[in-house]
């Protein structure tokens, strides 16, 4: 009898055991594409203020975001067979977003950076990028030198961003104001509250061609480290099935040159806006 009592109870165990294993596997099953596809909305969080990536334009009356960014993540939704809406807030919240599960991806000028990767996941790039230094008309050929002339200048980042970091490696003596806006930086620029702003050559190029009597780049050369290059778009950590997908879908685009087109249409859709 006491070999049987051990036997149940040793069965009881197992079973108890195996009922937790079921639960913890339910639990950390990658449901991240089945989710979106039961509340058949993909939902992407973005901070609207980096043309051509993402801005707000006004349409048949009402205030909607569009961009670059914003035409990838549609492509995305329709993919997936499902809605697609924008939350616009400010960058420095996004990744708290997406960890927090208020937003699916992120979509938002992003790069990869090794602290970001940290605490989020990434696709693959979708798009490579080097910095300039944004500066009034008239004054680019002060700063040729990105060590020494901008050495007691007051500079313009957008904060928690990889121009902040490299406004404050390379610029020398530079005195680094971070805000959360870039719209807010380039207006003190152009007001003369800031000497330059660091941002990424196709919003350099964006804003150069919209406001080419106000603004132009300066020569200084900025190093872009290759970690801090590619454009991604971020991702929960558990969610890989997600993010498999959505480098799938990311390769069709680039393959059919749909991603040139998207980046054009944001561009001119931009222009346009002024």
């Not at 406001?211 to 929960?236: C, W």
């Amino acid at each position: 009898m006491k070999g049987k009592k051990k036997i149940y109870i040793l069965l009881a165990f197992l079973a108890i055991f195996c009922v937790t294993l079921t639960a913890c596997g339910k639990k950390d099953a990658d449901n991240s594409v089945k989710d979106i596809k039961d509340k058949k909305t993909l939902v992407m969080g973005t901070s609207a203020d980096y043309p051509p990536f993402e801005f707000p334009i006004v349409q048949d009356g009402k205030k909607k975001v569009v961009g670059y960014d914003v035409f990838i993540a549609q492509k995305i939704a329709d993919k997936l067979g499902v809605k697609l809406k924008v939350v616009n807030t400010e960058f420095p919240s996004l990744v708290s977003e997406l960890k927090n599960n208020k937003v699916d991806i992120v979509m938002a000028g992003m790069v990869s950076t090794k602290e970001r990767k940290k605490q989020v996941g990434f696709s693959d790039s979708y798009f490579e990028v080097q910095n300039q230094a944004l500066v009034k008309k008239g004054e680019a050929n002060k700063y040729k030198q990105k060590g020494t002339d901008f050495k007691n200048k007051t500079v313009g980042v957008q904060q928690t961003t990889t121009q902040e970091t490299i406004a404050k490696k390379q610029m020398k003596g530079a005195n680094v104001v971070s805000e959360s806006k870039v719209p807010s930086l380039t207006t003190e620029l152009k007001k003369g509250k800031l000497d330059a702003v660091v941002v990424e050559n196709t919003v350099a190029a964006d804003y150069v061609k919209k406001f080419p009597n106000d603004y132009e780049i300066a020569p200084a050369k900025l190093d872009t480290p290759k970690d801090l290059q590619n454009i991604n778009i971020a991702t929960r950590k558990s969610d890989k099935k997600l993010d498999k997908k959505i480098n799938k879908i990311l390769a069709g685009l680039k393959k059919s040159g749909e991603l040139d087109k998207m980046l054009d249409k944001a561009q001119t859709l931009q222009s346009e806006k002024e």
